[in-house]
């Protein structure tokens, strides 16, 4: 059985196309959170991933749902989460209604938006947040997304910690006693300086996740950004990965 991960797909469907394509078959999706917010094909992306066999919800979703102050974001942000509001379809604004941000999945793994702690909020970053915050879930495994960087904290036996960046084809094995926050990146706007959208996939079999990039036409959602006014400074930094 392969499950692809993904988090972050903040309303870009050329990257979720680019990714579906790229990952080739799989058997479940699991989504991580922020579907929707920044970008400019909202309905686009919910409709691809709403068969998810696991999904949460993000801060830009609930901003979008206005559940939660628009204030706390940046001006910008804050301008793209109402217009990805407004375009919601009643199913759509349903479906994402229905989601919790945080969730147990099965005796492996736990699913967080930001992190067990605070799953709407917190960046997952330091190895002090995440020894923290393996106290706050029993599984092996915690997925998160949000901080839009591609990630893993390892825990071992011993309760020391490391935290390390992916690149693309990196691997981890679950068979150990170690266990891990993996971070699968983001989607539709990375922020770990690397512009092609990020996921990652489990191996049930192998037991195994392994990381990923690919690239995308980042100039085709530039434009459908541009043709809904979206603020600039979100249509350039998807060059950049930042």
Not at 64 to 75: A, R
Not at 82 to 91: A, F, H, M, R, T
Not at 122 to 142: G, K, P
Not at 212 to 236: F, G
């Amino acid at each position: 059985m392969r499950i692809l991960i993904i988090s972050d797909v903040h309303s870009n469907i050329v990257a979720l196309e680019a990714v579906f394509a790229a990952a080739g078959k799989y058997d479940a999706l699991w989504c991580l959170g922020d579907t929707i917010g920044y970008g400019p094909a909202p309905n686009e992306c919910i409709a691809a991933v709403k068969h998810a066999e696991v999904a949460i919800s993000g801060n830009h979703d609930l901003a979008c749902l206005g559940k939660v102050d628009l204030d706390d974001f940046n001006p910008d942000a804050r301008q793209a989460n109402i217009w990805n509001g407004k375009q919601l379809l009643p199913e759509h604004r349903t479906w994402l209604e229905n989601l919790v941000p945080a969730q147990y999945v099965n005796e492996i793994f736990t699913v967080a938006h930001g992190s067990p702690r605070e799953p709407v909020w917190e960046y997952l970053l330091t190895i002090e947040q995440a020894l923290e915050n393996f106290e706050l879930f029993s599984t092996q495994v915690c997925c998160i997304g949000h901080s839009h960087a591609q990630l893993v904290f390892r825990k071992d036996g011993h309760h020391m910690c490391e935290g390390f960046r992916t690149t693309d084809r990196d691997t981890i094995s679950l068979d150990t006693d170690a266990r891990f926050f993996v971070n699968p990146g983001s989607v539709g706007q990375p922020r770990d300086y690397d512009p092609r959208a990020a996921y990652a996939l489990f191996d049930a079999e192998a037991q195994t996740i392994s990381f990923h990039r690919v690239a995308y036409r980042i100039d085709k959602t530039q434009n459908q950004m541009r043709d809904v006014n979206l603020p600039a400074s979100l249509v350039r930094r998807l060059e950049f990965g930042i």
